[in-house]
């Protein structure tokens, strides 16, 4: 899956970028959204344990990766005579396991869901952290209420080369169901052709010029 991002020019040649489908841009944060309701099996069975996992995406990389304000939401859909009614279900979420150098604020013990979501540090070869379980029958959640599966939070960028950023999975009963890579920076041909039309000046010809940037959130595997 492709999310695409388009360069705009801003005064004295800074550079904001518009990111569009879930994706945007706040000065060296970008926001993420992203739904893992497709890796979902088709039925829950009771004492059917979940919880996400994070690690560094290069395990040759050790540059720090911080990760904010993240939330896991259920969107459930419940249908009645006339309407269809969605509610939103937040998982607390804290993690109970980390890699000897990676840290967050939220770890073991939680029993709601943050105000401002939980954070995460991933740092060290092989940075890694595993959240607590979650358990769907204990939350009243059946797989066909199910319409979204959203995992969202906040990645900063500072610092950040191409080739940076980190896998996040969602796993079954310690099996891994599905993850996704997310990598913030720009392609170096799309940051070429940035820093060479950028010396034209004109905006508007810069707008018409400049070709979009990509960031891709690639969905790694699926066990059905």
Not at 96 to 109: C, I, V
Not at 128 to 155: E, K, M, W
Not at 158 to 180: I, K, P, Y
């Amino acid at each position: 899956m492709k999310i695409s991002e388009l360069p705009k020019l801003g005064i004295a040649l800074s550079v904001s970028f518009v990111l569009f489908n879930n994706l945007k841009a706040q000065a060296a944060t970008i926001h993420y959204e992203t739904n893992f309701a497709p890796f979902l099996p088709t039925n829950f069975n009771p004492g059917d344990t979940f919880d996400l996992s994070f690690r560094i995406h290069d395990i040759n990389r050790p540059k720090p990766i911080r990760i904010t304000r993240i939330y896991y939401h259920v969107v459930t859909s419940l249908l009645s005579a006339d309407r269809v009614t969605l509610r939103d279900i937040f998982i607390p979420l804290s993690f109970d396991t980390l890699s000897s150098q990676s840290s967050s604020n939220f770890t073991s013990g939680l029993v709601s869901t943050p105000s401002d979501g939980a954070d995460l540090t991933l740092v060290g070869l092989g940075g890694f952290a595993i959240t607590n379980n979650f358990i769907p029958f204990n939350l009243g959640i059946q797989r066909s209420d199910i319409a979204a599966a959203n995992l969202s939070f906040d990645l900063e960028t500072d610092g950040l080369v191409n080739g940076d950023g980190f896998v996040a999975s969602l796993n079954l009963n310690g099996t891994s169901l599905g993850s996704r890579a997310f990598e913030p920076v720009p392609e170096p041909t799309s940051t070429l052709s940035l820093l060479a039309l950028g010396t034209l000046g004109a905006a508007s010809t810069l707008k018409r010029k400049l070709k979009p940037f990509k960031s891709t959130v690639r969905e790694l595997e699926k066990i059905s």
